[in-house]
Structures are given as C-alpha cells and as structure tokens.
C-alpha cells in the first residue's frame, strides 16, 4: 500500500478546479434541490497547475509515472467506451476533463481508477456557453480581467476551448503507446469534416448525463435541428421540380401560368420564424411570384396548351 501513498499525495497537484464541488454528504453542490444559484459551481476556473505536460516523478522506484494526454480532437464515444471497458495496460488511475464528438457542447469530467471508468456530464465549454458569450459582447472590458484572459488562452480556432486534456498515472507505462491507444479513439480527419451535426448521429454507449439546470447552446441547436426537421418534412414529397410548367393563382379564380424555377424559396428580407415557400415560380408575363405552399388552391399542374 506504500506506492498508493505516494501517488495519492502528489496526486493533489492535478486538481482541475472545475468548480463542481462536491460537499461533504458526496453530492454534487448544483445537485441539491434548493440549489438556485445556477451561476456558481459550474463557473470552471480551470486552474491547470500541470500545464507543462511532462511526466511527474510519482516514486519513480515503484515505477509509478504520470503525463498528462491534451489533444484538440473529440473522442468518438463507441471507440472510446470500447479501450475503457478493456482498460489500458498499466494505466491506474486517469482524471481531467475530455471532448466527446456527440456531447460537443459539454465537457466530460474524466474521473477513472483501474477499469472503472465515470465520464460525468460536467457544465459546458466556455465555448458554448451563451452566458459568457453574452458577457462579454455586452462588457468588452471584461476582456481585461485576468480570469477571463486565462479563459480565453485555452481558445484555438474553430472550436475554442474544446479539448482533452487528462492526466495519465500508472505503472511502467509508457507515454507514446497509451496516447496511440487513445489516439485511436478520436475522431479521424475525415470525421472532423462531417461537423458537429453529424457527430451528433455517432453511437454512445456512455451513460447519459443529467440535464444542466440553465441554457446553453445544445439546447438552442436542438430546438433548430427540430425546426429544420419539420421543414425537412414539408419539402420531402414535392409535386413539381425546377422547369415544370405550372398555374398559380394569382387572385381568386385567377390563374396565371410559368415555370417553377426555385424550389425552398426565400424572400431576402423575410423574418426567421416566417416559413419558406415551396417554390419560386417565373410566371410567362415575366413577373416573379411564390407559391407559400404545395396545394392545389395555389399551385397546379399547367393545363397543356
């Protein structure tokens, strides 16, 4: 039990700060009900006191060693839960925080010893946080405050401060084959093109987190990706494709003939909750007009001339 000892108090060194204190009872703080305080506790100041990036000395005689893994890669979540569920050689204990490509807008708080794995839902990426956000459009001076200067250091284009960053301890390991096993799992280049739309589709094998009790910005392209679904649905069985000849009416018992020359059209100055029409039609008199939808009472076939 020496060896424990000694890893376990240099081990302090790795603390990330998150924030997500737990009390004494184990719960987490924001997990209580009367918690209604949905500012603290998910603030992060990730205080990385191990940003060197090289291995510690954790009594090196039990051949005890550590290092800490930073990448700026989503892990795919099934290549990922497949190396933990085996567990990696060596590997004792693994702690920091990591990015999964289908959970993109939070960050996972990486807390593992031996083959027990928990990947806990932490708060969100500073990144995808619109309170932050918004602070800082409305209060540029904020810029200059120190906290938020060591924030916006862990910044890289495009996706912020999104990253892995987990500090490895085990026995006789060696760093570059425990970084390629977990290379392995992150996502490839041709991954990476797909986006964060598409990664949302991965299998996860994870265990699913608890909903955070404020907005963030996951909530916000979920209410969007429904909303295209819908208009997805409404465009999927069109009648008429471009160059099909086509009557509108134009005024009660007015019909006009044309061409239907755009199908999902939208006026330059329409307003987002406005929906987009079905189809922009070239009417012979040269005019330009839209059909808001594809019905009879609007649009028909051109009776043959």
Same mark, same amino acid.
């Given at each position: 039990g020496h060896a424990h000892g000694k890893e376990k108090k240099k081990?302090?060194?790795? /603390?990330?700060?998150?924030?997500?204190?737990?009390?004494?009872?184990?719960e987490n703080d924001c997990a209580k009900k009367d918690c209604t305080d949905h500012s603290h506790s998910h603030s992060h100041s990730h205080s990385h006191s191990h940003a060197s990036g090289h291995a510690h000395d954790h009594g090196s005689h039990y051949g005890i060693s550590s290092f800490v893994y930073k990448r700026r890669?989503?892990?795919?979540?099934?290549?990922?839960?497949d190396l933990l569920d085996k567990g990696i050689d060596g590997v004792l &204990?693994?702690?920091?925080?990591?990015?999964?490509?289908? &959970?993109?807008? &939070?960050? +996972? *708080?990486? /807390? /593992?010893?031996?083959?027990?794995?928990?990947?806990?839902?932490?708060?969100?990426?500073?990144?995808? /946080?619109?309170?932050?956000?918004?602070?800082?459009?409305?209060?540029?001076?904020?810029?200059?405050?120190?906290?938020?200067?060591?924030?916006?250091?862990?910044?890289?284009?495009?996706?912020?401060?999104? &990253?892995?960053?987990?500090v490895i301890i085990g026995v006789g390991?060696? *760093?570059?084959?425990?970084?390629a096993l977990l290379d392995a799992c992150l996502l490839t280049e041709e991954e990476m093109k797909a986006g964060a739309k598409a990664?949302?589709?991965?299998?996860?094998?994870?265990?699913?987190?608890?909903?955070?009790?404020? *907005?963030?910005?996951?909530?916000?392209?979920?209410?969007?990706?429904?909303k295209k679904a819908m208009e997805d649905a409404r465009f999927r069985n069109l009648r008429f494709k471009v160059g099909d000849r086509v009557e509108c009416c134009v005024a009660p018992e007015k019909w006009a003939p044309g061409k239907v020359v755009k199908i999902k059209y939208r006026g330059a100055n329409w307003p987002t909750n406005r929906p987009?029409?079905?189809?922009?039609? *070239?009417?012979d008199t040269g005019g330009m007009i839209f059909a808001p939808f594809d019905d009879d009472r609007v649009i028909?076939?051109?009776? +043959?001339?």
């Amino acid at each position: 039990g020496h060896a424990h000892g000694k890893e376990k108090k240099k081990d302090n060194h790795h /603390n990330h700060g998150h924030g997500h204190g737990k009390d004494k009872s184990g719960e987490n703080d924001c997990a209580k009900k009367d918690c209604t305080d949905h500012s603290h506790s998910h603030s992060h100041s990730h205080s990385h006191s191990h940003a060197s990036g090289h291995a510690h000395d954790h009594g090196s005689h039990y051949g005890i060693s550590s290092f800490v893994y930073k990448r700026r890669k989503p892990f795919h979540p099934k290549r990922l839960y497949d190396l933990l569920d085996k567990g990696i050689d060596g590997v004792l &204990r693994s702690k920091g925080y990591s990015w999964l490509a289908t &959970r993109h807008n &939070r960050m +996972s *708080e990486w /807390n /593992n010893a031996g083959k027990l794995f928990r990947i806990e839902g932490g708060g969100p990426w500073f990144d995808s /946080n619109i309170r932050f956000k918004m602070a800082l459009k409305q209060h540029p001076q904020l810029m200059e405050q120190p906290q938020v200067k060591d924030i916006l250091k862990d910044f890289v284009k495009p996706w912020g401060d999104r &990253r892995q960053e987990v500090v490895i301890i085990g026995v006789g390991i060696e *760093e570059e084959k425990v970084s390629a096993l977990l290379d392995a799992c992150l996502l490839t280049e041709e991954e990476m093109k797909a986006g964060a739309k598409a990664w949302k589709q991965y299998p996860d094998p994870l265990p699913q987190w608890q909903k955070l009790p404020f *907005e963030y910005e996951e909530e916000k392209e979920e209410e969007e990706d429904a909303k295209k679904a819908m208009e997805d649905a409404r465009f999927r069985n069109l009648r008429f494709k471009v160059g099909d000849r086509v009557e509108c009416c134009v005024a009660p018992e007015k019909w006009a003939p044309g061409k239907v020359v755009k199908i999902k059209y939208r006026g330059a100055n329409w307003p987002t909750n406005r929906p987009t029409a079905p189809y922009q039609i *070239e009417l012979d008199t040269g005019g330009m007009i839209f059909a808001p939808f594809d019905d009879d009472r609007v649009i028909r076939t051109a009776a +043959s001339s």
